[in-house]
């Protein structure tokens, strides 16, 4: 089975800083997946990523995807406190068509103002 | 409604009692998914439906976990004879068929949060 692994596991910057998250899997990626979530709820989409080299940005986010590195980094541009948060990554477990997800483990980013 | 819903948020339960939790999913959408969240930990995947059919349930922990979605929309998790390591953050996810089979977003809901004493 695929198993991801991120790192730092967990993270405390200053606001303003900016900061990166990694995922790296044991296997080939085919499609990863970003998630925030706040303590109490539940997940929150951030971006999916399909193809080796695709980077995508959704405010002052950045995700990019190395196919060869089987790896995944979030980048944090200028961190805020509502950034503050677990970020996890998933990826789809390879055989089936319907797209369930394996997780990694999470990274805690605490942000202080 | 515009999102995932769950219920309950919270729920405490002595051992061996039976528990139900409740999702409904976005309208429309064909996928429904049960994930378990231990503390500190990332979701792990529990079972899958599609419409009414629960075509995936290799990620049930025990034969006290069961899963149904009888109409193909709202869809109920039950555990029988609750045993302490049960204790999690129950979350359901669903999601709509069209960016490609396998490549749909699952957006999640706030999840349960299950302790058994």
């Known amino acids: 089975s695929q198993e991801l692994e991120q790192s730092p596991q967990s993270l405390i910057v200053q606001e303003g800083k900016n900061l990166t998250i990694n995922c790296t899997s044991s296997?080939?990626?085919?499609?990863l997946y970003w998630y925030k979530q706040k303590y109490g709820e539940g997940l929150i989409f951030l971006m999916m990523l399909q193809k080796g080299g695709e980077e995508k940005s959704h405010e002052k986010i950045t995700a990019k995807l190395d196919e060869k590195k089987q790896q995944s980094s979030l980048h944090i541009t200028a961190s805020q406190p509502s950034h503050a948060g677990i970020y996890l990554c998933?990826?789809?477990?390879?055989?089936?068509?319907?797209?369930?997800?394996?997780f990694g483990q999470g990274t805690i980013l605490t942000v202080h103002p | 409604g515009a999102g995932v819903s769950q219920s309950p948020r919270y729920k405490v339960a002595k051992r061996g009692q039976d528990v139900a939790l409740r999702c409904d999913p976005i309208s429309g959408h064909v996928s429904l998914f049960w994930y378990q969240q231990a503390l500190g930990q990332g979701p792990e995947f529990l079972t899958y439906?599609?419409?009414?059919?629960?075509?995936?349930k290799s990620g049930l922990p025990s034969d006290r976990f069961f899963a149904e979605r009888p109409e193909g929309s709202v869809s109920t998790l039950k555990i029988q004879r609750t045993q302490q390591e049960d204790s999690a953050v129950y979350l359901c996810?669903?999601?709509?068929?069209?960016?490609?089979?396998?490549?749909?977003?699952?957006?999640f809901g706030p999840g349960t949060r299950l302790l058994v004493l």
């Open positions: 296997k080939t990626l085919y499609g």
């Open positions: 996810a669903s999601s709509f068929p069209g960016q490609g089979r396998g490549r749909e977003t699952q957006y």
């Open positions: 439906f599609q419409n009414e059919a629960q075509l995936d």
């Open positions: 998933g990826v789809r477990a390879g055989g089936t068509s319907y797209g369930k997800l394996t």
